[in-house]
């Protein structure tokens, strides 16, 4: 059976979808574009209520599209599955899974079993107390430069606007063994970069699933792994990020100059009531000590407009921050009440066209700092891990698409070479672009 995946929202779902698309074609199953698919997976995301609704948008695409095809069905994961779960099948006839974070280890089987039973629907939505480890056998096929491993699952936090620890359970750490094990399959069939996914990878292997292994010395583990170039990590809940983790920057030439720290607001009145646990002079504190440990770190946040009882003093001070950080780009939303959380229940709600004029001046001085690290990063030499064709050609001809240590997506031309893909490449910075840069190479790649 041909299958076509679809993901929205974080990288734990890419991740996710890459484990089931290798786990799929080891079945038997067959990867295809939408239009020749039978089978349509959808990985999911109900951290706000925008990509929320656009599942179901999909969903109502999906079957306008393949309502002729009687084998055609869909299976439906990740955070609305687990938010919503057989309430999907009385809505959407074409959905026959749903499965929630810790059910996907048995969505390969199941998807096998639908495929064969075609009257019958299946749910995968129980939150287990331990990880859920999953098949790791491999098909034939090489993996991309670029692998995501996840080592942990759920969370433990709770933040006031946060629907995470509803919908993905309660924190559980994976096994060192079990990581470094798939690190170790993966730096085997051609990656060179993993990143190292968890709701709040800092506090991993301190829950009681865990085997007691910090997240500093999950990193030493790695970074030994032969084939193993540039690990990366996400994503890091400022309270939790060690001293000992800070150090790694500057002790493991492995570890990317990178990090993805969400701070969600610059004022202490609304990081209390987020029930954030940390104030802006400790988020500060901290930036100081990564700076330190590695200098030129691209730093990157996520920012919320609008939380409730936010003033125009609270966002003034998020810009300020935003400015004083020096961050090289961000996310940024508005809030939205999530069902169950505490913020909710918050008051008073911050109206909609001020939360709106908020963000669009967000986005303006995030716009203006991303311009910046870019235009920063012009006549430097750094390398470039090239992850595929790009499909910016340049003047001589194609072009390749890699990223350099900071992360930054960079292009650039390599005449004669018939296939980069994950070779280094050393490369002078010759342009910044909106959100990328131009490359060029200065000598011979590995």
């Not at 074609?25 to 990867?31: E, K, S, V």
């Not at 929320?52 to 069905?73: C, M, T, W, Y």
């Not at 961000?330 to 809030?335: C, E, K, L, V």
């Amino acid at each position: 059976m041909k299958f076509h995946i679809t993901t929205m929202g974080c990288q734990m779902n890419v991740g996710d979808g890459d484990w089931l698309t290798r786990s799929l074609i080891g079945l038997g199953f067959t990867p295809a574009p939408e239009e020749e698919a039978e089978l349509f997976i959808l990985f999911t995301c109900s951290v706000r209520e925008k990509p929320e609704q656009k599942v179901a948008s999909e969903l109502g695409r999906i079957a306008d599209r393949h309502r002729d095809n009687p084998n055609a069905f869909v299976a439906v994961g990740g955070c609305v599955a687990q938010q919503f779960g057989t309430a999907l099948w009385r809505r959407f006839p074409m959905v026959r899974l749903v499965f929630g974070s810790d059910g996907i280890a048995g969505a390969p089987q199941a998807l096998s079993r639908l495929a064969a039973e075609p009257g019958l629907r299946l749910s995968l939505l129980d939150f287990t107390e331990t990880y859920p480890e999953r098949d790791q056998s491999w098909p034939e096929d090489t993996v991309p430069p670029r692998a995501f491993v996840s080592i942990m699952q759920g969370c433990d936090n709770f933040c006031a606007y946060c629907i995470v620890p509803f919908v993905r359970g309660r924190q559980k750490s994976r096994g060192l063994p079990a990581v470094v094990a798939e690190c170790e399959a993966l730096a085997g069939r051609g990656a060179r970069e993993i990143t190292l996914l968890g709701q709040n990878v800092n506090s991993y292997g301190l829950d009681a699933s865990g085997d007691g292994t910090s997240f500093a010395r999950l990193l030493d583990a790695v970074a030994t792994i032969p084939g193993i170039a540039r690990i990366r990590f996400t994503t890091s809940h400022p309270k939790d990020l060690s001293d000992d983790v800070v150090a790694r920057f500057a002790d493991l030439p492995e570890l990317c100059p990178a990090l993805h720290l969400p701070v969600q607001s610059g004022s202490d009145a609304v990081l209390t009531r987020m029930g954030r646990r940390y104030d802006r002079a400790a988020y500060l504190r901290l930036v100081d000590k990564l700076r330190r440990a590695r200098p030129g770190i691209a730093l990157t946040t996520d920012l919320i407009v609008g939380f409730p009882g936010e003033t125009d003093d609270d966002f003034r001070r998020t810009l300020d921050l935003v400015r004083e950080v020096g961050f090289d780009s961000g996310f940024s939303f508005m809030y939205c009440d999530r069902p169950g959380t505490v913020s909710e229940r918050m008051e008073p709600k911050v109206a909609q066209e001020v939360k709106s004029a908020r963000l669009a001046e967000l986005q303006a001085l995030l716009d203006e700092r991303l311009a910046a690290a870019l235009a920063a990063q012009v006549g430097r030499t750094t390398e470039i891990l090239i992850e595929g064709a790009s499909r910016r050609d340049s003047p001589t001809g194609p072009s390749w698409r890699g990223r350099d240590p900071g992360g930054r997506i960079v292009n650039m031309a390599l005449p004669g070479v018939a296939e980069a893909a994950g070779t280094i490449v050393r490369a002078r910075i010759r342009q910044a672009k909106k959100h990328s840069l131009i490359g060029e190479a200065e000598a011979d790649h590995d």
